[in-house]
């Protein structure tokens, strides 16, 4: 069973759509998050949730929107894509001691 | 946000050699991650340090948290190409309990 699974796995789109992207956690944990991975491999925190509520919105623009429906579930939501959008999206969650990371989702804008 | 930068960013090596990275910072953290991403995979923890100048190791990796706990150094010694990967470092900033990450270092062991 995976721990941390995020679908898709890859997502091509052109500017100016609207795209998802789903996260599921069986660890029982209270708390998930999502990073952005660039193509230097730099990985910035975007958002974390603790049990359905949103603790740290990182200066993402409004075009990023988190859903949580549940406390096993972190949604993405991207209007309005844009070229700077591309990038590997990872969904972790964690126990307070350490985060599980789910094998990414790579989107790419053209 | 505090910033995590670690050096080298790159490191090719052969078989058997040892190297060393580093991460370091200005700001103080409660404690201290690494961890290592294979392609197409998400990162998975190594190992947290919490008390400054502590020292763990895992098998033929040493991680050091410096004394300030501003700094951390990840060891490898006689590397395997199976150790080849990105090596993230990652602290917990002490108000919000982010998980900040550092910029990464890639390495690359060749047979």
């Known amino acids: 069973d995976t721990a941390v699974s995020q679908t898709p796995k890859y997502l091509v789109t052109q500017m100016g759509n609207d795209k998802s992207i789903k996260c599921e956690q069986n660890l029982g944990h209270d708390t998930m998050y999502w990073y952005k991975q660039d193509s230097k491999k730099f990985l910035k925190i975007m958002f974390s949730y603790n049990n359905k509520e949103l603790i740290i919105n990182e200066t993402v623009p409004n075009r990023f929107s988190p859903k949580s429906p549940d406390k096993a579930h972190l949604n993405l939501h991207i209007n309005s894509l844009e070229l700077g959008d591309s990038a590997v999206y990872f969904c972790?969650?964690?126990?307070?001691?350490?985060?599980?990371f789910g094998e990414g989702s790579r989107l790419t804008v053209l | 946000t505090q910033l995590l930068e670690q050096s080298p960013q790159f490191l090719s090596i052969q078989e058997g050699e040892n190297l060393t990275v580093y991460c370091n910072s200005s700001?103080?953290?409660?404690?201290l991650q690494w961890y290592r991403q294979e392609p197409g995979e998400g990162p998975v923890l190594l190992v947290t340090?919490?008390?400054?100048?502590e020292v763990k190791k895992l098998k033929r990796l040493t991680f050091q948290f410096g004394d300030a706990r501003k700094d951390s150094s990840l060891h490898i010694t006689a590397a395997q190409p199976g150790d080849t990967g990105l090596y993230l470092c990652?602290?917990?900033?002490?108000?919000?309990?982010?998980?900040?990450f550092g910029t990464g270092t890639r390495l690359q062991v060749f047979p």
């Open positions: 972790a969650s964690s126990d307070l001691l350490e985060l599980f």
């Open positions: 990652a602290g917990f900033e002490y108000n919000t309990d982010k998980l900040i």
């Open positions: 340090v919490v008390t400054g100048g």
């Open positions: 700001s103080v953290f409660s404690s």
